[in-house]
């Protein structure tokens, strides 16, 4: 049976290390947590589950510290993940099914990306085997794909498979894990100086464009991206993310027919379904804007065939049946929602309207208060005054 190692280098996580641990403990065979630099607790929560924690000092360069990692490992096969993510245990079976086929290489993994903005999906090349030639590259966003293509040319029997189930849970885009770090000037930093050695890289294009979108440099990132789509030399996935990245860019800026075009481009790229999650929704949102309420209505329905736990799409969704007058198919669309996300104060405010409009005066009510004390719960007073005064201007209140 093949050894799997975790992999890690980490600094300063010892609010959320033990979660990550705790998530593999029972699927990996060795732990190697390199430290880079600790002056907390880290250190001593990784030795408690066991790891090896060799240390390392930081020199900017991810790559440079993720492959001293790996010296230490001695298992057939690498899982690396980082302080803000967690296995998904439920796939340990499909992880240990496909590390055993000699021929696997690499095994890429879906991600859930919680909080994410921009796309809640990614594939990443996170479980690999144990290769002398198979190591990281780029100093921010460190991968294993250059190395693995290089040896796929003199190797060619090496065979690289997904594994469609979502494997890792990653919270480092909550609003929370990003105000806690330095984390957008350092990816700023390592990602710029990169790119002034490879202007053309794609990969790093939509990286770096992608990071400028998000802190409102919005020229930098067209660029960005429209240099990595000249280059003709990304691969699907990458192609995909840089006419994501465009469509959301466009979007913003209101050109809604240049938004429509690159989201589409990206949707028809050759990769997995959950990964295209957020162009179909986006799509349906600049859709929605324009008033093609038809053509939102069955974007959104194709992302809740992908993912029928997707809570934006039933959101989304509900509110163009909405437009569109369906209303008793918005309120199955908003109950089915709520069963899934029992606390979403705006899914009951927007339930009690459709009851309202369909005089289900009763019912109306009873959302109307549920969604005020949800939102009083989650101290979102503003909100919860605000609807209370709506009500009460509207004769529909009683203390």
Not at 28 to 48: C, P, R
Not at 122 to 142: C, D, G, I, Q, T
Not at 322 to 345: C, F, N, Q, W
Request: contains cysteine; hydrophobic residues 40%; neutral net charge.
């Amino acid at each position: 049976m093949a050894k799997l190692s975790l992999c890690m280098i980490v600094k300063n996580e010892e609010v959320i290390l033990s979660k990550c641990l705790e998530s593999v403990q029972n699927v990996v065979d060795e732990m190697v947590v390199m430290d880079t630099g600790s002056t907390d607790k880290t250190v001593e929560i990784a030795q408690k589950f066991g790891a090896i924690v060799p240390t390392f000092p930081w020199g900017d360069d991810f790559a440079e510290a993720r492959n001293e990692a790996l010296k230490y490992v001695t298992g057939d096969w690498v899982l690396v993940l980082d302080a803000d993510e967690v296995l998904n245990q439920k796939v340990t079976p499909q992880i240990k099914e496909a590390i055993a086929k000699e021929e696997n290489l690499v095994v890429n993994l879906v991600r859930h990306e919680i909080g994410s903005s921009q796309s809640p999906y990614s594939l990443v090349s996170r479980l690999f085997r144990k290769h002398p030639e198979v190591n990281f590259s780029r100093p921010y966003h460190a991968i294993i794909d250059d190395s693995v293509g290089q040896l796929l040319k003199k190797e060619s029997h090496w065979k690289i498979v997904d594994l469609p189930a979502i494997s890792v849970f990653h919270y480092g885009y909550t609003p929370g894990a990003i105000a806690s770090l330095n984390k957008y000037n350092r990816a700023q930093a390592a990602m710029e100086s990169f790119i002034k050695e490879h202007p053309n890289d794609p990969y790093t294009c939509s990286k770096l464009g992608a990071l400028y979108a998000q802190i409102g440099k919005e020229k930098q990132a067209v660029k960005l991206f429209k240099q990595g789509l000249k280059s003709n030399k990304a691969d699907t996935h990458v192609l995909y993310e840089l006419h994501y990245h465009l469509g959301n860019l466009y979007a913003k800026q209101e050109e809604t027919g240049k938004a429509i075009k690159h989201y589409q481009k990206a949707i028809d790229q050759p990769v997995m379904a959950p990964l295209k999650l957020g162009s179909h929704n986006n799509i349906g949102v600049v859709l929605q804007t324009m008033g093609d309420y038809k053509n939102a209505a069955q974007a959104y329905e194709t992302t809740l065939k992908i993912d029928p736990t997707f809570i934006t799409g039933y959101y989304n969704f509900a509110m163009t049946l909405t437009a569109m007058g369906r209303l008793e198919d918005a309120v199955a669309i908003y109950e089915k929602l709520i069963s899934l996300s029992p606390h979403y104060a705006a899914a009951y405010q927007n339930l009690a309207v459709v009851f309202f409009k369909l005089n289900k005066l009763p019912e109306s009510s009873k959302a109307f208060k549920k969604a005020i004390s949800l939102y009083e719960e989650q101290n979102n007073q503003v909100s919860a005054n605000n609807l209370r005064n709506s009500l009460k201007e509207l004769g529909l209140w009683e203390e």
